[in-house]
């Protein structure tokens, strides 16, 4: 990976700081029915009522045509055997494209995945990548400088608590070139190519991880189907679904660091069902989910873009949700 290590040819969630502890040293870290009289009434012939009951549900089905959300950039859609979606309910402006924040990093985690041998590969965590953290103001996973983890550590730190770092740390070492600055260029670049290559038609990237340099903009539509594919991925699916995640690195002398998040998406624990999948944030993009729960067999994936408030995303999903599984 990079231009020493690579593979086979082979935003921003607001900021988050994560637990960090090094041993041997502490660091800052109605159906309601009235009785009746039996009071004779109209006779109706068999035709006449199934016309009635006929017209009630369409009637019904006009008053239930959409979840009563506030979002407009807004979609859902039933994941069916996992390797096909249908669509369930979009939003007035499902198809607009604008900006996703930390959203992007479910094409970060895809990129990374393609290559799922180097899970336990090893990566120390440069100066750099908290420098970049602090320079922009985006969400951090409180990775210490000369830290050694996993492909596999660092892709919960980008997930979880929604590190820029990580996020960085990741894209430094799956791109191609021979600086930083080259190998980040690379790994965007692979970023658009998988989202041409899954049709996502809307979405654009300049950003590994959210922080948009202007052309960093993806459509409700097209975040739920990469949130669906992003699901297919067991690796993924495994990271997203936990509330709080604690894991040990070796620091630079050797002792051990304990490194604990806690996830961005609050749905986790709100929600019967839920399986995750990412939040987003920032100045531009307002407030971002792309959210997916399952119950009686049925997966739904969703995604909400340019949200009012943190709150208001979850509710809405959670409305979004409870409308899929009744209809």
Do not use: C
Not at 183 to 209: H, K, Y
């Amino acid at each position: 990976m990079g231009s020493h290590a690579r593979p086979n040819r082979i935003h921003r969630t607001g900021v988050r700081v994560a637990m960090v502890a090094l041993v041997g040293a502490a660091l800052p870290i109605t159906a309601s029915g009235l009785a009746q009289a039996a009071t004779p009434g109209p006779t109706h012939s068999a035709e006449q009522n199934a016309q009635q009951r006929g017209e009630a549900t369409t009637a019904a089905g006009r008053n239930q045509a959409a979840p009563q959300i506030h979002a407009d950039h807004a979609f859902l859609l039933d994941a069916r055997d996992g390797s096909q979606e249908r669509e369930l309910w979009r939003g007035a402006k499902a198809d607009a494209s604008v900006s996703m924040a930390s959203t992007t990093k479910i094409m970060t985690a895809i990129v990374v995945l393609k290559h799922p041998e180097w899970l336990n590969h090893q990566i120390t965590v440069k100066q750099e990548y908290r420098d970049y953290v602090q320079k922009v103001g985006g969400s951090t996973s409180d990775l210490q400088t000369g830290d050694t983890l996993t492909v596999n550590q660092l892709l919960h730190a980008m997930l979880i608590p929604s590190g820029d770092d990580a996020a960085m740390a990741l894209a430094d070492h799956f791109g191609v070139g021979g600086t930083s600055d080259a190998r980040i260029a690379d790994f965007v670049s692979q970023m658009n190519a998988e989202a041409e290559q899954l049709g996502l038609t809307g979405t654009n990237f300049d950003s590994f991880d959210g922080i948009s340099h202007g052309k960093n903009l993806s459509t409700a539509r097209d975040l739920a189907k990469l949130g669906q594919r992003a699901m297919l991925q067991p690796a993924f699916a495994d990271i997203v679904k936990n509330k709080l995640f604690k894991t040990e690195a070796t620091a630079a002398n050797g002792h051990t660091r304990y490194y604990t998040w806690e996830n961005t998406n609050k749905l986790l624990t709100s929600y019967d069902g839920a399986l995750g999948l990412k939040t987003g944030s920032g100045p531009e993009s307002g407030y971002a989910l792309v959210f997916a729960a399952k119950r009686d067999n049925r997966t739904l994936v969703g995604a909400i873009l340019q949200g009012s408030d943190s709150k208001t995303r979850f509710d809405d999903a959670t409305k979004m949700l409870d409308w899929g599984f009744a209809h």
